[in-house]
């Protein structure tokens, strides 16, 4: 016996991304539903080999549900999630609107994933930021090991985090600078994203960090521990798919590069690619398509005590978001609805 399954916002990248998990990981499906907007209403999307239609989300009655995975806008989240889980269907949502109530779980099941069984609370989990979800996934196994103080991360993400017109953005200003007769005028970012880099993610907060960054630290501390230290500055790359991170790491005891090669190498949902040598690392182009978080460019960082650089690279559609999203929900089956 399997779930009867719900994925909110079907026709956008994360939720077509979603079903395609779906399918790949034969999650125990025994009925699906996919919902969009009046305005995408009838849309076709993929399920493995099975072509569906969209039904309309402000119809829907989420009662006899088990799960709902939603990939929608926080403004939209805030209407139907509420009525999801009053009808006694699990919400596992992708939007920043509940990271942070302390009532919801805000969870990556290779880190916590005993936080699901809080889940009860609202009947609502919370998948993280891209960029956090990545990150921790590194994060933990070496927190276990010689215990994080504090963590510097410099972000190099890739446009898909924006969505769609982002991804057209980038093509659109591409092509333009190799025609100079076209000029594509940014609108999804405040400056050119071809052939540049923009130090600026989400809106600027009053102390000069921008909201992404402040994400990282928040959803870093509720999902690993309260006591890291943690400062990032987010950057957006003319990369289609695919963050990247540089990580430096400070532990309360000394970690030798090495032992941690090899803690990453045994960590779930971790891929260790390590080469000291030209190639021998993994970039964005390459983890597009998989389900592994990929390390390279593990040293030690001689200018403090007990330092540790890592590169860090995953593909934000999956791990970043849909990924995450269904690992939750396999979560769920196996602590808690033990269906399927």
Request: glycine share 6%; net charge negative.
């Amino acid at each position: 016996m399997g779930y009867k399954v719900v994925v909110v916002g079907a026709t956008g990248n994360v939720g077509r991304e979603m079903l395609n998990i779906l399918a790949e990981r034969q999650f125990p499906v025994d009925e699906i539903a996919v919902l969009a907007s009046r305005r995408s209403l009838g849309t076709e999307v993929s399920f493995g080999d099975q072509t569906l239609k969209t039904q309309d989300l402000d119809a829907f009655d989420f009662t006899g549900w088990d799960m709902a995975l939603f990939a929608i806008g926080s403004d939209a989240t805030k209407t139907y999630a509420p009525k999801a889980a009053a009808a006694g269907c699990v919400v596992i949502d992708n939007s920043s609107l509940y990271r942070y109530d302390p009532d919801v779980p805000l969870v990556v099941p290779e880190v916590n994933p005993e936080a699901v069984d809080g889940y009860s609370k609202k009947n609502i989990i919370a998948n993280p930021n891209c960029s956090t979800a990545q990150m921790v996934v590194a994060l933990k196994p070496l927190h276990d090991r010689a215990r994080i103080k504090r963590v510097v991360v410099s972000t190099y993400q890739s446009v898909s985090g924006s969505g769609k017109e982002a991804i057209d953005e980038l093509w659109d200003q591409t092509k333009a600078v190799y025609n100079p007769t076209e000029e594509v005028a940014p609108k999804v970012y405040p400056k050119q994203i071809a052939f540049n880099v923009i130090p600026h993610i989400d809106v600027f907060l009053e102390d000069g960090s921008t909201k992404e960054e402040w994400k990282m630290v928040a959803e870093t501390k509720k999902i690993v521990d309260p006591s890291i230290k943690l400062t990032a500055t987010c950057v957006r790359v003319p990369v289609f798919v695919g963050h990247s991170e540089a990580i430096n790491i400070e532990f309360e005891e000394f970690l030798d590069e090495d032992e941690a090669r090899d803690i990453l190498r045994e960590a779930p949902g971790l891929m260790v690619v390590d080469k000291r040598e030209d190639g021998g690392y993994v970039t964005p182009v390459e983890c597009v398509g998989d389900f592994a978080t990929f390390i390279s460019r593990i040293r030690q960082d001689s200018t403090i005590e007990n330092g540790l650089n890592i590169w860090c690279v995953s593909d934000n559609l999956r791990k970043g978001a849909a990924l995450n999203a269904v690992q939750i929900a396999e979560t769920l089956g196996r602590r808690v609805l033990k269906k399927g």
